[in-house]
T-cell receptor, first 115, second 109 residues
Framework: IAGITQAPTSQILAAGRRMTLRCTQD?????MYWYRQDLGLGLRLIHY???????GKGEVPDGYSVSRANTDDFPLTLASAVPSQTSVYFC??????????????FGEGSRLTVL | GQNIDQPTEMTATEGAIVQINCTYQ??????LFWYQQHAGEAPTFLSY??LDGLEEKGRFSSFLSRSKGYSYLLLKELQMKDSASYLC??????????WGAGTKLIIKP
């Protein structure tokens, strides 16, 4: 069982370029999340999706977009990367139907460096 | 605003006991989570508290006091592999989690 798969694992990107981080889960979880993690700060929510076809903005959504065409996939796109988007990005999912986050299952992370 | 506070770093000795505290102020409360994160890895779930009291799971226990906005994670019989960051997170009840910055636990022989 793979759980959550993220790609790429690591990427160096020139500022201004477009980048999509991929996330796929095989647990049939309804909720999916994208977080960024920076040194000294807690995990910050970028976007989330409660169920296929719906998405919502988290704490730091600017400069990012997501889509949820089906249950399994939840890609994160940086339309025009900037150096402040240098971070480690984690995709997560949960099997929660009660309105709370539930236990989160995380992917291994994508380390992005924007120069 | 919503806020979660936990110590930045703690040091403990192998075989000892350590308590990591977490205080929170959130708009709502639908449970508190503790996650473990080893350096360079993803967070993994440790515990969940929604009612006041102590939840025990092997060497790890987690305590919650909702009236005080306070939780702690207790680690017993510390092992070197317990060296990691411990993240406290609160669910305010809207499919999201509010995260603390994490406590880096260093275990010394």
């Amino acid at each position: 069982i793979a759980g959550i798969t993220q790609a790429p694992t690591s990427q160096i990107l020139a500022a201004g370029r477009r980048m999509t981080l991929r996330c796929t889960q095989d647990m049939r979880h309804n909720a999916m999340y994208w977080y960024r993690q920076d040194l000294g700060l807690g995990l910050r929510l970028i976007h989330y999706s409660n169920t296929a076809g719906t998405t919502g903005k988290g704490e730091v959504p600017d400069g990012y977009s997501v889509s949820r065409a089906n249950t399994d996939d939840f890609p994160l796109t940086l339309a025009s990367a900037v150096p402040s988007q240098t971070s480690v990005y984690f995709c997560a999912s949960s099997d929660s139907n009660s309105g709370d986050a539930g236990e989160l299952f995380f992917g291994e992370g994508s380390r992005l460096t924007v120069l | 605003g919503q806020n979660i506070d936990q110590p930045t770093e703690m040091t403990a000795t192998e075989g000892a006991i350590v308590q990591i505290n977490c205080t929170y102020q959130t708009s709502g409360f639908n449970g508190l989570f503790w996650y473990q994160q080893h350096a360079g890895e993803a967070p993994t779930f440790l515990s969940y508290n929604v009612l006041d009291g102590l939840e025990e799971k092997g060497r790890f226990s987690s305590f919650l006091s909702r009236s005080k906005g306070y939780s702690y994670l207790l680690l017993k019989e510390l092992q070197m592999k317990d060296s990691a960051s411990y993240l406290c997170a609160v669910s305010p009840g809207d499919y999201q989690l509010i995260w603390g910055a994490g406590t880096k636990l260093i275990i010394k022989p």
